[in-house]
């Protein structure tokens, strides 16, 4: 069943904020809050907005696919994001990555089978200064090292 | 810093984000002055001020300003950009987390300078604390009657929307980010028409990059002639300046344009990590050429002088290279980025890109063939001028760059199939500590 409808009180007061007939504004923001609400966009969920904000299906099928943060499938309870752009890449991030291989098992793109983690890689997050980051879900880890990037790890069951 | 700081004018608590901080530094009496004054009056002010865009293409903010016509007959629109995306910078994130209001009541009196009923702030989706920041101040000002209807007893006014990207590098550019905001994905378009004839939603759009705007409420308090006694004359105020890679003391700085380049990184950044040669130096996000040490002898930090000596400010965000790093692996690094983050819409680029780093990981692999540093150049050259904006063009600049200046690590890397410096980017040894 559609996540949506339970959404649908909240979507409203968002388009309080908008100017008057912009709702295909929403599907951003709303696909975030789908995702929130799941872990993940599944079908009938696209069903869902496409009906509830009159937009044609093939644009929330196209922000889905575009937009790197949106996911069509469930992962791990914990996402673990290694940052390898240029700053984080100088600071020691390879080798962050690296030390997350080899302690989960899994390569980027992977999850545990128990299902708890999920490794990635991702492109620069603005975190330059406090390099190397992690980002744990929603959350910046910065100025990563080995023994603080164990103890994260050891704190995320 | 030399200079009166403009933005990192306080000392950072952990309540100085608040409104009531903010009020306690003479926050939100620049908007009760600016709605006794005539909206034409404060876009005049700004343009007499000379700011210029702080995102990367230095764009001078009155003149934009001025192509609204105001009394049109037709919505209008504003939106911040705080998309920082270009890698090596992080300097909005430092206004988002702690000058959320300077941000708010210099969009207010920019929308009302520019007759804006509803105003966009466009946030990068993995900012989490700089959204939740923004969003709290937001609600704050609701509060006190700052957004909304009636403002300050006036007849302005104004609503504002936080919109939360998704991960797109090239919504950051304009008319990526107004394309996103339309709820799709962020390819960019075609100009002209320019976004302030034909912007958000088909109508006339003011983008301006987070620190642009912040500085409009200083300016409107104090007067262009005050913003213009700071900086250089062709490059009046200050910039946020973002620092990272192998500099002892990275962080965000704010420095008068014409600082004195060399001393700002061996004084006040302490250097480099471990007392080590500084190799190369990004002066401003990894789309603008890098500079050698040499290159640097002399250099103030403005448009001009940047120019100058070959490369340009950009979006404020310098990356610090250190001796016995490997300038291949580093440029392999950009072009994986630039490849990941071409959004396909045109074919230079959208090809270019895979090409050029599925090149450059062959060169790393040791596989690399006759002929392939050319390549890459003539590669970055079909970008040029031949894409709908500038990423592509800017990648290929940048790889011309790290190609011109260290020919000879390119060449030794193709002739025998390693690394001069043992592909080394990491020399601080910062992960073991």
């Known amino acids: 069943?559609?996540?949506?409808?339970?959404?649908?009180?909240?979507?409203?007061?968002?388009?309080?904020?908008?100017?008057?007939?912009?709702?295909?504004?929403?599907?951003?923001?709303?696909?975030?809050?789908?995702?929130?609400?799941?872990?993940?966009?599944?079908?009938?969920?696209?069903?869902?907005?496409?009906?509830?904000?009159?937009?044609?299906r093939m644009q929330i099928e196209q922000v889905l696919s575009y937009y790197s943060q949106y996911r069509r499938e469930p992962i791990g309870r914990w996402h673990l994001q290694v940052c390898h752009n240029v700053s984080c890449s100088m600071r020691?991030?390879?080798?962050?990555?690296?030390?997350?291989?080899?302690?989960?098992?899994?390569?980027?793109?992977?999850?545990?089978?128990?299902?708890?983690?999920?490794?990635?890689?991702?492109?620069?997050?603005?975190?330059?200064?406090?390099?190397?980051?992690?980002?744990?879900n929603d959350s910046y880890h910065e100025s990563m090292t080995r023994s603080k990037l164990d103890r994260l790890l050891d704190e995320l069951t | 810093m030399s200079g009166a700081p403009l933005i990192m004018d306080f000392a950072v608590t952990p309540e100085s984000h608040r409104l009531a901080a903010y009020r306690a530094r003479g926050g939100y009496q620049t908007l009760a002055k600016a709605l006794a004054m005539g909206p034409q009056d404060i876009t005049r002010?700004?343009?007499?001020s000379g700011l210029l865009g702080h995102g990367g293409a230095a764009f001078p903010v009155g003149r934009k300003w001025s192509v609204i016509k105001l009394h049109d007959g037709q919505p209008h629109y504003l939106c911040a950009n705080a998309d920082e995306g270009e890698p090596g910078t992080f300097k909005d994130r430092w206004i988002l987390?702690?000058?959320?209001?300077?941000?708010?009541?210099?969009?207010?009196?920019?929308?009302?300078?520019?007759?804006?009923?509803?105003?966009?702030?466009?946030?990068?989706?993995?900012?989490?604390?700089?959204?939740?920041?923004?969003?709290?101040?937001?609600?704050?000002?609701y509060e006190a009657g700052l957004f909304g209807t009636g403002i300050l007893g006036s007849e302005?006014?104004?609503?504002?929307?936080?919109?939360?990207?998704?991960?797109?590098?090239?919504?950051?550019?304009?008319?990526?980010?107004?394309?996103?905001?339309?709820?799709?994905?962020?390819?960019?378009?075609?100009?002209?028409?320019?976004?302030?004839?034909?912007?958000?939603?088909?109508?006339?759009?003011?983008?301006?990059?987070?620190?642009?705007?912040?500085?409009?409420?200083?300016?409107?308090?104090?007067?262009?002639?005050?913003?213009?006694?700071?900086?250089?004359?062709?490059?009046?105020?200050?910039?946020?300046?973002?620092?990272?890679?192998?500099?002892?003391?990275?962080?965000?700085?704010?420095?008068?344009?014409?600082?004195?380049?060399?001393?700002?990184?061996?004084e006040t950044c302490g250097g480099m990590v471990g007392g080590k040669r500084l190799k190369g130096l990004i002066p401003g996000g990894i789309s603008t050429k890098v500079l050698t040490?040499?290159?640097?002898?002399?250099?103030?930090?403005?448009?001009?002088?940047?120019?100058?000596?070959?490369?340009?400010?950009?979006?404020g965000g310098m990356i610090a290279i250190a001796?016995?790093?490997?300038?291949?692996?580093?440029?392999?690094?950009?072009?994986?980025?630039?490849?990941?983050?071409?959004?396909?819409?045109?074919?230079?680029?959208?090809?270019?890109?895979?090409?050029?780093?599925?090149?450059?990981?062959?060169?790393?692999?040791?596989?690399?063939?006759?002929?392939?540093?050319e390549r890459l150049i003539a590669i970055a050259n079909a970008n040029d001028g031949t894409t709908i904006c500038g990423m592509g063009d800017a990648a290929g600049y940048a790889t011309i760059g790290f190609l011109d200046k260290f020919r000879d690590e390119f060449e030794h890397y193709l002739a025998h199939g390693r690394s001069l410096c043992d592909g080394v980017l990491d020399v601080t040894g910062g992960w073991d500590a």
């Open chain 2, 323 to 373: 001796e016995g790093t490997c300038m291949v692996r580093l440029l392999q690094v950009m072009l994986r980025f630039w490849h990941h983050e071409s959004c396909g819409q045109c074919t230079p680029c959208r090809e270019g890109m895979g090409w050029m780093h599925r090149i450059i990981d062959r060169i790393v692999a040791g596989k690399g063939q006759a002929g392939d540093l």
């Open chain 2, 293 to 315: 040490a040499p290159d640097l002898e002399g250099v103030t930090y403005d448009h001009a002088s940047l120019l100058a000596a070959g490369s340009s400010l950009g979006s």
């Open chain 2, 97 to 141: 987390e702690n000058a959320p209001h300077r941000l708010l009541e210099s969009m207010l009196i920019a929308a009302y300078a520019l007759q804006v009923r509803h105003c966009f702030v466009y946030i990068r989706g993995e900012f989490d604390l700089p959204y939740q920041r923004l969003q709290d101040a937001v609600e704050e000002a």
């Open chain 1, 92 to 136: 020691g991030a390879e080798r962050a990555l690296d030390h997350l291989r080899s302690r989960l098992g899994i390569e980027p793109g992977q999850t545990t089978p128990d299902g708890r983690y999920t490794l990635s890689t991702v492109e620069c997050l603005g975190s330059c200064g406090t390099a190397p980051v992690v980002m744990v």
């Open chain 2, 156 to 266: 302005f006014a104004c609503d504002i929307v936080i919109y939360r990207g998704a991960g797109s590098y090239v919504c950051g550019e304009a008319s990526g980010l107004i394309t996103s905001i339309e709820g799709k994905k962020g390819y960019p378009r075609n100009r002209p028409p320019r976004l302030t004839v034909k912007g958000l939603y088909q109508l006339p759009t003011v983008i301006n990059n987070v620190e642009s705007l912040a500085n409009i409420a200083g300016i409107v308090r104090d007067g262009a002639k005050a913003y213009r006694a700071i900086g250089t004359s062709r490059s009046p105020g200050t910039q946020l300046v973002s620092i990272s890679g192998h500099i002892a003391r990275p962080g965000v700085y704010e420095l008068a344009y014409g600082t004195p380049l060399m001393p700002f990184l061996f």
């Open chain 2, 45 to 48: 002010e700004v343009g007499d």
């Open chain 1, 1 to 56: 069943m559609s996540v949506v409808v339970g959404l649908i009180p909240e979507f409203e007061g968002w388009k309080r904020r908008f100017p008057p007939g912009t709702e295909g504004s929403l599907v951003l923001p709303c696909l975030r809050r789908i995702q929130e609400a799941r872990g993940f966009v599944a079908d009938e969920d696209i069903a869902a907005l496409t009906e509830y904000l009159g937009v044609p």
